[in-house]
């Protein structure tokens, strides 16, 4: 094909012994033949891209579901514990200023986080049935139901639950490791300060003197 392009370019005086076609033929020939180039180039590359891509790989519908359900489960965990750990550096700040105790070192384990009551409507609702038995007799039954239903009010373009109270989680233990808890009177005070910050049962609360 570089011998026809090259001939194809040659000026009219090399080509004394044969005829050539029309200077017109043969723009319209190196036309064609650079278009042609062009085709094949074109598929060559698009060819190759197509190749190279990998196809996207979409979860089914129960792996979606899954991996969403883990998402957020870590969340949740992630939010108990900064909340733990925010719940413990306070502790420990208070406990330290308290006489006798030094190096407190708190671990707290809560329930969840921060647990958010919204409002909702009880609707009621009442049926009357007549109901006819074998012997002709008739009797009327009554069908209770009750639903709740939460309130939305607008924010922006949207509507939301009503949020009414924050209400703090649930403490399942408090573990403090300190000096000078090896006296009872000092040790009683920590518990108490534990058990009323945090509104957990004594019995919750442990209490070690550290080395």
Excluded: C
């Excluded at 969340?75 to 733990?84: I, N």
């Excluded at 090896?182 to 550290?210: F, N, R």
């Amino acid at each position: 094909m570089k011998d026809k392009l090259r001939n194809l370019f040659k000026p009219a005086n090399e080509n004394d012994h044969s005829e050539g076609p029309p200077k017109r033929t043969k723009y319209l020939i190196i036309i064609a033949v650079i278009g042609l180039l062009l085709i094949v180039l074109g598929n060559v590359f698009t060819s190759k891209k197509e190749s190279v891509d990998e196809p996207k790989m979409t979860l089914p519908p129960d792996d979606q579901a899954t991996e969403t359900a883990s998402k957020e489960k870590n969340t949740s965990t992630a939010d108990v514990s900064e909340l733990e750990d925010s719940y413990e550096e306070h502790l420990e700040g208070m406990l330290n200023k308290i006489k006798g105790v030094s190096e407190a070192e708190v671990m707290v384990n809560l329930d969840s986080t921060n647990v958010k009551v919204y409002e909702k409507n009880l609707i009621k609702g009442q049926q009357t049935t007549d109901e006819s038995d074998k012997n002709g007799g008739t009797r009327k039954v009554e069908d209770h139901t009750e639903e709740t239903q939460a309130v939305l009010v607008r924010q922006g373009d949207q509507e939301v639950p009503l949020l009414i109270q924050t209400k703090k989680p649930s403490v399942r233990g408090v573990f403090v490791v300190a000096k000078g808890v090896d006296h009872a009177t000092v040790q009683m005070w920590v518990i108490e300060a534990v058990s009323k910050v945090l509104d957990v049962p004594t019995h919750k609360v442990s209490v070690m003197p550290k080395n």
